[in-house]
């Protein structure tokens, strides 16, 4: 089941707007302040959820006059603020718990720096269940691999294709079709190795042995 879970970071409208014109989804998520963005692009969603500490009160109060009506189409999980889970955290566990086989993330970039990188962490949350997951903005397309992977010029969303470590060993990182070429490396935390490489060829491969790298497509 194809998922679109929407939070609560930056979402640059027109993007989003032209991103949901080329995909479709068969569920669809609203966390906390997701929940504008959603109404602003007109999108029907499946759950709401969250503490709703950062939704403006008339929205929440709309949608749980909605929910009121017996036609409703959608599930509102609300939580209070004072939780072990972030409102993202929880909406990724409702995707898997009601049978997510992709998801993609808007909303989980942005300003706040300490929300970005634990949504990135969050992706290893999807590698685990064997689910292929990415958080995508206007700029960027980031997941985390664990296994070969290929890569497509005319699917890479920008130039620059970034490997970072996620665990504090990747062993035997092999990049065929790259600008920069690696044969058998090592990559460790706290080293720069992987970033803005390009790919020069149709198709790019990365083989990994052991670990797991973030991998960030992006453009300027």
Same mark, same amino acid.
């Given at each position: 089941?194809?998922?679109?879970? =929407? ?21 669809? =998520? ?65 995707? =898997? ?7 993609? =993330? ?115």
């Amino acid at each position: 089941m194809r998922t679109l879970i =929407i939070t609560g970071g930056f979402i640059e409208q027109d993007f989003a707007k032209s991103y949901l014109e080329e995909e479709s989804f068969d569920m669809v =998520i609203a966390a906390d302040r997701g929940v504008e963005a959603a109404k602003a692009l007109n999108i029907p969603v499946n759950y709401i959820l969250g503490d709703f500490d950062s939704l403006n009160p008339s929205i929440l109060q709309e949608v749980k006059s909605q929910l009121a009506d017996e036609n409703s189409l959608f599930e509102l999980k609300e939580f209070p603020p004072e939780k072990d889970y972030t409102d993202t955290h929880l909406a990724i566990v409702t995707a =898997i718990e009601a049978g997510a086989t992709s998801v993609t =993330i808007l909303g989980a970039t942005g300003t706040r720096l300490d929300h970005v990188v634990a949504n990135m962490n969050l992706l290893l949350i999807f590698l685990n269940h064997h689910i292929e997951a990415k958080i995508v903005d206007s700029h960027n397309q980031i997941y985390v691999i664990d296994a070969d992977t290929h890569l497509y010029m005319d699917k890479v969303r920008g130039k620059y294709v970034s490997l970072i470590p996620y665990t504090d060993l990747v062993t035997g990182v092999t990049l065929i079709g790259f600008k920069y070429p690696l044969h058998n490396a090592k990559m460790t935390k706290g080293n720069s190795l992987g970033i803005s490489n390009e790919l020069l060829e149709e198709e790019g491969i990365i083989k990994i042995d052991q670990g797991i790298l973030i991998v960030i497509e992006s453009r300027d």
